[in-house]
DNA sequence: AAATCGACATGACATAAGTCAAGTTCCAAA
DNA sequence: TTTGGAACTTGACTTATGTCATGTCGATTT
């Protein structure tokens, strides 16, 4: 094809600096200065295609993953086998911290599609944080928006009706389409119907089910993994939205 | 009684270095010396009673705690008010990571008998990690091992049966119980059923029966909160325990 | 000792959601 | 273009677990 620039995409630079994820991701509410020195650290990493690993359980834990495009499931393994998908990473959002606990991967981390991410090495991302106070808070952060993640998933594995369980799905998938200035009521899901189910802990039929039911209220409209959201209010009454529905007196919401 | 000493228990000097808890509790792992400059971060708290909160949801997290005596559970609310235990925490273990996301605490937590705890201010733990490297690697691990429970937890509510996530639970109580030195195969529980049930997602009924059925297939004995195993390896079964059941060809363990 | 109350247990019954078994539909390989 | 298969849907039936109602136990107060 002509005589285009090779370009060696397992060395490109990143920087975080010059990012449009930047207020997504890792950087978020950094200063600029700080933005900067992030540059240093961030490495781009090699495409990884639909299935592929990025990570397994047992892999030392070297770095943490900023995804830049596609869509990243992660999933603890019990000792029989069965495994329980505990996040969906989308464009921005982080994953490998659960290798902290003593530097050894716990959960396995699939591609959903093909996606690329930027690796930051955790040693690189220690050094740095002596130098920068700023750094710290960062890392308290991020570590708060997983352990944040993971108690909203328990709360839904624990206490949610299986439609309580999808239309929160919805919204959460929704709010991030919003976040990166897509469509809020109108975008392809990245997952597998199989890959809801296991997230939600429901069976695949009831996923597909309650795709049918909602569409028959109106409530959304389903083409394969295309969503329209039709009445975003009656999903967040679903999940017991207390500003828009008023169930509750004294809810503060 | 006599000239007994008055102590001042909200102003006790507390030092790791000579805690007997040191090896199961935040300095676990650290060398000597970085033990005895967590002396000067660590504060002693007032005992708090049962039904005490210690943190509640919206506080500002200036800190996080860990156990010296007693039993905190940590509950996760959802907009409508129902709430989802996330963990229960033993002498040793450290709660308050909820609050790193952006500084204000997201769980209540709330003693289950009366309890002591130690204070570890943010502020001091981030000063004193600009100076110890070795803190900040403690810091990783503690949060690892807050992200590692929450996956297992999560586990247990997306796909284990009822009789599964109630043996895993006694699994989990009494590998503490071990690890702190007490009986692992008889105990007294500090929660309630209405707790046990709530944390594994499940009604009291379900828990009372399953209790019952347990005793009944001769694995425990129940004397109300009086635990005794008497069948370690049919609990272990239960939970997919593939070393010592060999269910699964193939399964590494 | 009686009364009270919360924690716990148990039986009867209801139901949400799982399982099983066909079916579509769509995409990808031949 | 055909073929195969994975992903998904839908219906019929089953079941684990929840709900409701009642009863017991044990600690605490009067």
């Excluded at 659960?98 to 093909?114: K, M, P, Q, R, S």
């Excluded at 930027?118 to 220690?126: F, N, S, V």
């Excluded at 049918?212 to 329209?228: M, P, S, Y």
């Amino acid at each position: 094809m002509g005589t285009l620039k090779r370009i060696d995409v397992n060395h490109l630079k990143v920087r975080c600096s010059e990012c449009n994820l930047r207020e997504l991701c890792f950087p978020h509410g950094m200063n600029v200065e700080d933005i900067s020195s992030m540059d240093a650290v961030v490495k781009q990493f090699k495409p990884i295609h639909k299935n592929d690993y990025l990570y397994r359980r047992g892999d030392a834990a070297v770095a943490i993953y900023a995804v830049r495009t596609g869509c990243i499931k992660t999933m603890t393994e019990s000792t029989n086998g069965d495994e329980q998908i505990v996040g969906f990473h989308m464009a921005g959002e982080l994953l490998g911290l659960d290798g902290f606990a003593d530097g050894i991967h716990a959960c396995n981390a699939v591609a959903l599609e093909t996606s690329s991410v930027c690796k930051l090495p955790i040693d690189q991302l220690e050094a740095l944080s002596q130098k920068l106070p700023g750094l710290q808070n960062q890392m308290r952060r991020i570590v708060g928006k997983e352990v944040s993640n993971d108690h909203k998933l328990l709360l839904l594995l624990g206490k949610m009706t299986s439609e309580e369980r999808l239309a929160s799905f919805l919204l959460s998938v929704s709010s991030r389409m919003l976040e990166r200035n897509w469509k809020e009521d109108e975008f392809n899901l990245s997952m597998a119907r199989q890959d809801i189910a296991n997230y939600l802990g429901v069976a695949v039929e009831t996923v597909s089910r309650l795709f049918a039911t909602f569409q028959k209220q109106g409530i959304i409209n389903v083409d394969r993994r295309h969503i329209t959201i039709l009445q975003m209010e009656a999903l967040k009454a679903m999940v017991g939205d207390c500003v828009s529905t008023n169930k509750k007196p004294g809810c503060v919401g």
